[in-house]
């Protein structure tokens, strides 16, 4: 899995100067890319490139250096330099799944929402719908009834 870190974050977790660093991506010993104007090294790319797994004595060889050995001090930094990088990658997954967790209970609490308001329209149209029927019934019998009532003043009328 690859995590990217920033330059100089690498540079302070790694304790190596921005030219060392520049220069190991260089020869190829640490992934690297540029997004949005800003370069970044692999940070798992970076934890093998600083230590080569041949331990000899109380000395670590350095890869793609020419038998350079390193004191205990280098080793503890390196070590450290690691655990940092794992606690970034672990804290960054944590924050993805978290956010992803509230994105999930924010989505599923608008579904919730949408029905209720969808199953209060529902209940709505059909008040309105019954509410519709029964004005359009009263319309038809008073329009009989007034159909009745004017049909016989017009009959006593012309019978007069």
Not at 2 to 8: A, I, K, Q, T
Not at 32 to 61: H, P, R, Y
Not at 119 to 135: N, P
């Amino acid at each position: 899995m690859e995590s990217w870190v920033g330059l100089e974050e690498f540079a302070k977790l790694a304790h190596l100067d921005k030219e060392k660093i520049l220069e190991m991506v260089a020869s190829g010993m640490l992934k690297s890319k540029q997004e949005k104007g800003e370069f970044l090294i692999d940070a798992s790319s970076g934890t093998q490139a600083l230590v080569q797994s041949s331990i000899s004595g109380n000395a670590v060889m350095l890869a793609g250096s020419t038998n350079v050995a390193v004191d205990g001090d280098f080793i503890e930094k390196t070590i450290g330099t690691i655990l940092s990088l794992h606690e970034k990658v672990v804290n960054s997954k944590e924050e993805t799944i978290s956010s992803v967790k509230n994105e999930n209970q924010f989505l599923k609490d608008a579904l919730f929402n949408t029905q209720e308001v969808y199953e209060d329209d529902k209940k709505t149209i059909a008040i309105l719908r019954e509410q519709l029927r029964a004005a359009q019934e009263e319309i038809e019998f008073l329009k009989r009834k007034y159909r009745l009532m004017w049909g016989k003043a017009i009959d006593a009328k012309v019978k007069e």
